[in-house]
């Protein structure tokens, strides 16, 4: 299962980590420099999901992003049986 979001497409990135020393000039030094570059990866923050996709509950992964945006429709937590009717 790929590490994507069902909604937004948003996937994997890779960057950059940059590690710097010294201090920035604003604060009274000489200025930050790079000391070293190291590959890496952003994740998406994914979380599985119940939510309701034409009218059925599917369960997907889905950004955070997506889910505070309220993009995903969730589904009621509990379905409730119809009262029935006593006849006296």
Request: aromatic share 4%; with cysteine.
């Given at each position: 299962?790929?590490?994507?979001?069902?909604?937004?497409?948003?996937?994997t990135?890779?960057?950059?980590?940059?590690t710097?020393?010294?201090?920035?000039?604003?604060?009274?030094?000489v200025?930050?420099?790079v000391?070293?570059?190291t590959?890496r990866?952003?994740?998406?923050?994914?979380?599985?999901?119940?939510?309701?996709?034409?009218?059925k509950?599917?369960?997907?992964l889905?950004?955070?992003?997506c889910i505070?945006?309220?993009?995903?429709?969730?589904?009621?937590?509990r379905?409730?049986?119809?009262?029935?009717?006593?006849?006296?």
């Amino acid at each position: 299962m790929p590490r994507v979001c069902a909604i937004s497409g948003k996937r994997t990135a890779s960057g950059r980590q940059y590690t710097r020393r010294g201090k920035a000039k604003y604060l009274g030094g000489v200025g930050r420099k790079v000391t070293g570059k190291t590959k890496r990866t952003f994740k998406p923050n994914l979380h599985k999901v119940r939510a309701l996709v034409d009218g059925k509950v599917v369960r997907m992964l889905v950004s955070a992003k997506c889910i505070s945006k309220g993009m995903v429709q969730k589904p009621l937590k509990r379905t409730y049986k119809p009262e029935v009717e006593v006849a006296k």
